[in-house]
């Protein structure tokens, strides 16, 4: 059974920092990512992504420099560490798994296949 387990949010105040992590098991997945969801019906917007075999890395505009995607291959766990954080990045924030094998790193929530419950992540001014 797959399961995607996040952990990490919280309340904080602009310029702070949160880590969320994703625990992913059941299957071996080869790229993983962070999206969120703000209110008001907003569409969920990747921030991050990493992929398993080489590495890579992507990163939103909105993000970059400030977030860092990491992995721990060993416990098939990502870690999303956020500093500098801003009233904008408040969010429910949801992780991706996906098993198909590939270098690439996947930036539409099409072409994730497990998702997270998602954490909610609210950064007052």
């Known amino acids: 059974q797959v399961q995607v387990v996040e952990s990490g949010g919280g309340l904080v105040q602009a310029g702070g920092s949160l880590r969320l992590s994703c625990a992913a098991s059941g299957r071996t997945f080869y790229t993983m990512g962070w999206f969120r969801q703000a209110p008001a019906g907003k569409e969920r917007e990747v921030v991050a992504?990493?992929?398993?075999?080489?590495?890579?890395?992507y990163y939103s505009d909105s993000v970059k420099g400030r977030f860092t995607i990491s992995r721990d291959n060993g416990r098939n766990t990502v870690y999303l560490q956020m500093n500098s954080l801003k009233p904008e990045d408040t969010a429910v924030y949801y992780c991706?798994?996906?098993?198909?094998?590939?270098?690439?790193?996947?930036?539409?929530?099409?072409?994730?296949?497990?998702w997270g419950q998602g954490t909610q992540v609210t950064v007052s001014s």
């Open positions: 992504a990493i992929n398993w075999i080489g590495g890579r890395t």
């Open positions: 991706a798994a996906d098993s198909s094998i590939t270098i690439e790193t996947k930036t539409a929530a099409a072409q994730y296949n497990y």
